[in-house]
């Protein structure tokens, strides 16, 4: 929009300030003339009025009331042409103009109005061309940074540039995924407070904000009816509605890259998935070909379960965030998804990033949300720890995160030593066969040649020598596991 000053400089001697005064750098919405004593009704703000001044007397109380009125429209200025009735400016508009802090500016004798207004007209057809053009040049940044190797952040940093602010890419819950420029950490990490009342509102709804001075604007990103994050911008108000647009454009391109992704990684994702199940299955041997056939790294020899379950549908939206927030090199995840669960197999050392993963997605994930994290496990042992895993997910509340590497007393695997000591009967025999055959009496006396009240007298004194209870399912698989590292099982 054209402004005060850039008319009077476009018009020079044709439109010139009253006095020693610049004109102001203010924006104009229009060019008008009137005649009249109270032009207001006709006028909706911000406009330079033309006038010959064939209304006004020289009256110092006319003049006042007419420029108050025009002040309180808000006129941006009045231009008062020269001849036609006024030789000079009257001193009682000129004193009248000052006072009110109305600018006065003055065409001169023979200066046509349409002149002004032409030039108005062309320099607003001139600024809308630049803004037009500033408007494609941003949406076709934001395309070639949708279209490169690493498009979240290169489509941050190309959103934030456009809007003269700053940008943020941000999860269902409010966890920074990406921010431009990095210092607007702080600010980006204000708007998590505001997205509990967008996720209820559903994954349509949108939010206007002022955050530390800046006029914020957050856009939902879903896929499918689904919410998948949030895009938030920041600038100094007031903001451009082509900002507006912009932040609309960088969804689309988000969530249609994330589509592309999705299909892309569908055929990894799936041989991952076989690898990942024949290890569950204690296959380690054939996950091991399967993966060197397929071109896949081998599995590692030890490894953490993070098993999820309640996720329902959205179980790639999980490995989505796991494979995101783990570097690069490392984002080719093990995992079998299944209908209601998820099945991850990661190194130790990236367990905490999948743990944060894991707890942000059961924080979202409903009523059914609820997950556990192994201790480090030998791959060889994975099938044998699963029915303990079983257990502890069924018994885990939704909306929680068990580390079963952090807890203690019930579910741990009791020390074998005093196992090992009793000399008087056969115990390791025993827990071996009862731990081997599930409980199953009958089954596990029949290996070991025994009569089943034999074996539940020796079940009974391993249970009180152990000082553990053989049939919780998590002492059961951790003592399996346990003896089987000591090669006694």
Same mark, same amino acid.
């Given at each position: ?368 949300? %609820?997950?556990?994290?192994?201790? *480090?496990? !030998?791959? $060889?042992? +994975? @099938?044998? &720890?699963?029915?303990? =895993? #079983? ?44 731990? %081997?055959?599930?409980?199953?009496? *009958?089954? !596990?006396? $029949?290996? +070991? @040649?025994? &009569?089943?009240?034999? =074996? #539940? ?33």
């Amino acid at each position: 929009m054209p402004t005060l000053a850039e008319l009077s400089r476009a018009l020079g001697r044709a439109l010139r300030p009253e006095g020693d005064a610049q004109p102001p750098d203010r924006p104009l919405t229009g060019v008008h003339v009137s005649e009249l004593t109270d032009p207001t009704p006709y006028l909706e703000g911000g406009e330079l009025l033309l006038t010959t001044g064939a209304a006004l007397t020289g009256d110092p109380a006319q003049a006042r009331l007419y420029a108050a009125r025009l002040v309180e429209r808000g006129v941006a200025a009045v231009g008062l042409g020269l001849g036609p009735v006024h030789r000079r400016v009257p001193p009682a508009l000129a004193d009248a103009c000052a006072r009110a802090g109305l600018p006065l500016l003055v065409v001169p004798d023979r200066t046509p109005f349409l002149l002004i207004a032409r030039t108005y007209w062309g320099l607003l057809a001139e600024a809308g061309q630049e803004e037009l053009n500033a408007a494609l040049g941003a949406h076709r940044d934001l395309v070639r940074a949708a279209a490169g190797p690493n498009p979240v952040p290169a489509v941050v940093r190309s959103l934030a540039h456009a809007v003269a602010g700053w940008a943020a890419q941000l999860t269902p819950q409010g966890r920074l995924v990406e921010v431009w420029p990095r210092d607007r950490r702080p600010t980006a990490r204000l708007i998590a407070g505001e997205l509990g009342r967008l996720r209820a509102a559903g994954p349509h709804a949108s939010a206007t904000l002022p955050i530390d001075g800046d006029h914020v604007v957050v856009q939902p990103l879903g896929r499918q009816g689904r919410l998948t994050g949030f895009v938030a911008i920041g600038c100094p108000p007031p903001m451009r509605a082509r900002d507006r647009q912009l932040v609309l454009a960088a969804c689309s391109l988000l969530a249609l890259q994330s589509e592309h992704r999705r299909r892309g990684m569908a055929g990894s994702r799936a041989t991952r998935d076989a690898v990942a199940r024949l290890l569950l299955l204690g296959h380690p041997a054939a996950a091991r070909d399967l993966a060197a056939d397929l071109g896949l790294p081998a599995p590692p020899t030890r490894l953490r379960v993070a098993a999820v379950a309640g996720s329902g549908a959205a179980g790639p939206e999980l490995l989505d965030a796991v494979e995101t927030a783990l570097p690069r090199d490392r984002r080719h995840v093990l995992a079998a998804v299944g209908p209601d669960e998820v099945w991850t197999l990661v190194p130790d050392g990236d367990v905490p990033v999948v743990q944060a993963c894991v707890t942000e997605f059961v924080a979202g994930a409903g009523s059914g949300g %609820r997950a556990v994290v192994s201790s *480090e496990l !030998a791959v $060889r042992d +994975l @099938a044998g &720890h699963l029915p303990g =895993l #079983r257990a502890a997910l069924a018994r885990t509340g939704t909306g929680t995160v068990r580390d079963l590497a952090r807890e203690s007393g019930p579910g741990t695997a009791p020390a074998l030593e005093p196992l090992l000591a009793y000399t008087r009967s056969d115990l390791v025999g025993a827990v071996v066969a009862y731990l %081997r055959h599930r409980g199953q009496w *009958e089954a !596990a006396a $029949r290996e +070991l @040649a025994v &009569h089943r009240n034999t =074996l #539940r007298h020796r079940i009974a004194t391993a249970t009180r020598v152990l000082g553990a209870d053989l049939d919780d399912p998590d002492v059961a698989s951790a003592t399996w596991l346990r003896l089987r590292e000591r090669g006694l099982a």
